[in-house]
């Protein structure tokens, strides 16, 4: 097993791999971000993951600092959760009937998110944030959408417009295949914009069913949205009789114990909430949920239809409840504390090296922008250097740290990031600032 050291690590194993991904799945990759195309080179294909560290196929180690993107909270196949899903998995994979731990699961969302009364399970963040619409739409009568420029909340053709991440990173301002006529239901505002947001429902209000937020987004990296934004989101909805969906697939349960909701200064809770990511502890699991009176609108008991064959499936659920028992104070302070190291080594290494930048920030959720402007909205995150970030990601890698192959991605710490595992990246940010600026 090669150590993480400097220097170019064997990949010959995951070169021979991407091409025979590439000779049957799409681009090699089941989901476009993983493929580098935003930082070059080829991707790693990892066998084996524990704690913060990552194994591929060529036995290099990297040090984590994507998580899957937000779920492994805990860290990498965490002993407890490994437990519990194994004897789970030991009783059955999947009933189609209602089972104990969906219900404990939907138990633990509620107790810990106060407006959520009620919650239904789905599979991933997407299915949760278009069942949330459909719900939403059946709920008012209503057919039009707000969304934020920035703000991804999954690839749900209505939501697929000025989506950040993944599609910033590929320079498409849309899909193809999204009907005119569906694009044409949803209005797209710039974020943290209140006079933009007066002005869409002056003209349109009667006919918004929904705005929905990435609660403090983080795919265009982390951008907190300010107090008065979300204050105006909460009147005018009130005011025009549209809900309020906060989308907390990437917070829920990581910015803070309670998400952002527990840092929010919205005031009032918005109506509806979608989760994932935490929620599976890296199963598919995620859920919509909120007040009783809307949620009760869904099928059995309502008339919005909404089904999943292996929504609430036992041994994802049982993931997921193990995991959110786990995620105590104690876990959300290590993780703040691996956020205040890691950023603090940024501040400083690009400082010393002169490279211009900002930290985002939400709670325990940090990104780094490479730009010297201040980070509010899209426009402003689109200020950054991307080719300055390429060169960093790979000074990192070839270190042995693992970031976001995006600059408009979360860095994403877990409870396994403690101790010399902060150390080894602090050392890796500064070699590599060095390095892209010597
Ligand atoms: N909403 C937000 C805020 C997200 O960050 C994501 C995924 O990154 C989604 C929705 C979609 O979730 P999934 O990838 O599980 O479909």
Redesign the pocket.
Known sequence: TASPAEGAQPTASSAAWLERGRAVIPGGVNSPVRAFGAVGGEPRFVVEAEGAVLRDVDGNEYLDLVGS?GPMILGHTHPEVLEAVTAAASRGFSFGTPNPTEVELAEEIVRRIDPVESVRLVN???EA?MSALRLARGFTGRELVVKFAGN???HVDALLASAGSGLATFALPDSAGVPAATAAQTLVLPFNDVPALEAAFAEHGAGVAAVIV?ASP??MGIVPPTPEFEQAMRRLTREHGALLIS?E??TGFRASRTGWLGLSQMGDAPDLFTF?KVVGGGFPV?AFGGRAEVMAQLAPAGPVYQAGTLSGNPVAATAGLTTLRRCTDEVYATLDHAREVITGAVTEAFTAAGIPHRIGRAGTMFSVFLTDAEVTDYASAQQQDTALHARFFHAMLRRGVHLPPSAFEAWFVSAAHTGDVLDRIVEAIHASAREITA
């Open positions: 993107w991933s963040g997407t944030t991804y909340h999954g990435e983080g795919n989308d697939v990437m994932g995620a």
